[in-house]
């Protein structure tokens, strides 16, 4: 929460690194034509990750079919790949639209995908307002990098639902 309602966040976009950043040190584990996949710096659980639009856009409507089309590929296929590592029993997928709605980001449309395990909340966040993490993000990065970056990033065909 002091990240999203604190001032001192650093300049520009989290969704949209310069082509020259090093994109692992932003946990960025897919970068493709249309859509990006990073690792939430802050998570809520490990492997909580971050599906966005490549072009700067605050909402769905906003989306080419293409956009939309690929960017719902590639939240399945993170999916996929979070099944295959990290073994969870569930997952919370959203997205919130809007500040009211508790967008961080509200001006780059992202999907949150939360991987869930029976048992995974605890009283420590009620109390000490600390999250545990069991495994150190980097950690995790490391494990799922190899998987993304082996993704597709192929043209997509649209279907008019017409």
Request: aromatic fraction near 8%; glycine fraction near 6%.
């Amino acid at each position: 929460m002091e990240y999203i309602l604190g001032e001192d966040k650093p300049p520009g976009c989290i969704f949209c690194p310069e082509p020259r950043e090093n994109l692992p040190e932003r946990l960025v584990l897919f970068s493709g034509r249309l859509t990006r996949i990073m690792m939430n710096k802050y998570p809520y659980i490990n492997g909580h990750l971050l599906v966005s639009p490549l072009r700067h856009l605050p909402g769905l409507d906003d989306l080419t079919p293409e956009e939309t089309l690929d960017l719902m590929h590639k939240v399945r296929e993170s999916i996929a790949i979070l099944k295959q590592v990290m073994h969870p029993d569930g997952f919370n997928v959203g997205l919130n639209l809007g500040l009211v709605a508790g967008a961080g980001v509200e001006s780059h449309l992202h999907f949150h995908i939360v991987p869930r395990w029976a048992g995974d909340t605890n009283f420590i966040p009620v109390f000490a307002e600390v999250r545990v993490i069991p495994e150190h993000f980097r950690q995790t990065y490391d494990r799922l990098a190899p998987l993304f970056q082996a993704l597709p990033d192929e043209d997509q065909t649209c279907v008019s639902l017409k």
